[in-house]
Nanobody, 125 residues
């Protein structure tokens, strides 16, 4: 049905930058909202940033001013530009899609939601 694939993680020094990308594939007509979440070892998954199809964005306080989320609706892709990275940003980052419509106009449903496989971001000197 719907698959999300992330790319762009890696190891970066404190103060550095990384860009994450995520592409949704399948028979998709539109996606209401796409976003990024992260999970550090021993912690719960937390919201990083979301963006609607209309371009409205929402950021966690901890990343405001440092991270920028963007998307290309026609390509069903979402990106996350991460600047001024800090060691506490170290986590597995997951892409998420909400309100995924099929070409017939209906919504896909998954009890677990639609998530990518995750990409590791490590900020360390």
């Amino acid at each position: 049905q719907v698959q999300l694939v992330e790319s762009g993680g890696g190891l970066v020094q404190p103060g550095g930058s990384l860009r994450l990308s995520c592409a949704a594939s399948g028979s998709i007509f539109s996606i209401n909202a796409m976003g990024w979440y992260r999970q550090a070892p021993g912690r719960q998954r937390e919201l990083v940033a979301t963006i609607t199809s209309g371009g409205n964005t929402n950021y966690a306080d901890s990343v405001k001013g440092r991270f920028t989320i963007s998307r290309v609706n026609a390509k069903n892709t979402v990106g996350l530009q991460m600047n001024s990275l800090k060691p506490r940003d170290t986590a597995v980052y997951y892409c998420n899609a909400e309100g995924v419509r099929n070409p017939s106009g209906g919504y896909y449903y998954s009890s677990a939601g639609y998530w990518g496989q995750g990409t590791q971001v490590t900020v360390s000197s």
